[in-house]
């Protein structure tokens, strides 16, 4: 019982120090590489950083849950340490370099405490220093995770920004558009593509899409599923989707399985499916010695 009143009045006195000293403890650590490569408008603007940070564990203190990375003290500050974790990311620092120089931080607030603690006997201030030890700890776990999400959030916006580069619509002709689709066809990359064509089909008010699997390695079911669903939503879209490209070897594949692509129309080649496309619209295609003219 004893050791637990310790342990809260140890708290205590740790949040009458970050109140305290709440100034001081911030202008010693604008100067710390975490906040002063991050915050680099003005140096003013790193110190109300810190103490943004020094009044999210005034109140974590007040709480006593200085182990627990929920503690609601954290949430005023946590999208402000996402930004700092994610800036340091930015400039090429792993989560185990932003770790150290989180870590920094609990010296400076150390050699302030054992300072502003003389008044306090040799067993308080162990007292109180094993406290800030152990929130600054928790501190360090939670720019840690923030780093962690930061990254994680950089990576899935990059991922779906190659996607995006990697399914281009392309304008055939007026009312004519294709997707000439490259490489593994998986869920995620089969909803970009049913987003672009369908944007495409209303912004350029096509009436045919060419969905082009020349590229594609392999059709499995699943992707066979894909294919039916953008065919779908481009026919409620009030275009005819076309599907060319496809290969002896993928169309015995199809057969094997068992699909039924009967629904779907279908063009051995992307130049054949846009003749089609043409000659629906009125447009004749002629093939010569010179190559194709249209009338």
């Not at 100034?23 to 906040?35: H, I």
């Not at 699909?259 to 054949?272: F, K, N, Q, W």
Request: overall charge negative.
């Amino acid at each position: 019982m004893s050791e637990q009143v310790t342990a809260e009045a140890a708290a205590r006195e740790l949040e009458a120090f970050l109140e305290r000293c709440r100034e001081q403890l911030a202008q010693r650590w604008a100067d710390a590489p975490l906040f002063r490569t991050v915050f680099t408008v003005s140096r003013d603007e790193a110190v109300e950083a810190c103490k943004a940070v020094v009044d999210a564990l005034r109140e974590v203190a007040s709480s006593g849950r200085l182990e627990d990375v929920a503690a609601p003290g954290f949430d005023s500050v946590r999208e402000q340490l996402g930004r700092m974790a994610a800036s340091r990311a930015g400039s090429g620092f792993g989560p185990a370099q932003i770790a150290d120089e989180a870590a920094g931080l609990r010296t400076a607030a150390s050699e302030l405490l054992r300072h502003e603690s003389r008044t306090l006997s040799g067993g308080e201030a162990q007292e109180v220093l094993l406290a800030l030890t152990v929130l600054m700890g928790t501190l360090r776990l939670v720019i840690m995770q923030t780093t962690v999400d930061a990254g994680e959030r950089l990576i899935a916006r990059q991922r779906l920004q190659l996607l995006e580069v990697a399914t281009p619509v392309i304008s055939l002709w007026e009312g004519v558009v294709a997707v000439p689709l490259i490489g593994t066809l998986d869920s995620a990359r089969s909803q970009v593509v049913m987003e672009a064509l369908l944007h495409a089909i209303v912004e350029q008010r096509a009436r045919y899409a060419i969905l082009d699997i020349t590229g594609v390695p392999t059709v499995d079911s699943l992707v066979a599923q894909h294919l039916m669903k953008t065919v779908a939503a481009a026919r409620l879209m009030g275009a005819d989707c076309i599907v060319s490209g496809i290969r002896p070897a993928i169309a015995q594949t199809i057969v094997h399985l068992g699909i039924d692509l009967s629904p779907v129309l279908t063009r051995g080649s992307l130049a054949d499916a846009l003749a089609y496309a043409l000659a629906q619209q009125g447009v004749e295609v002629s093939r010569g010695a010179a190559g194709a003219n249209l009338r």
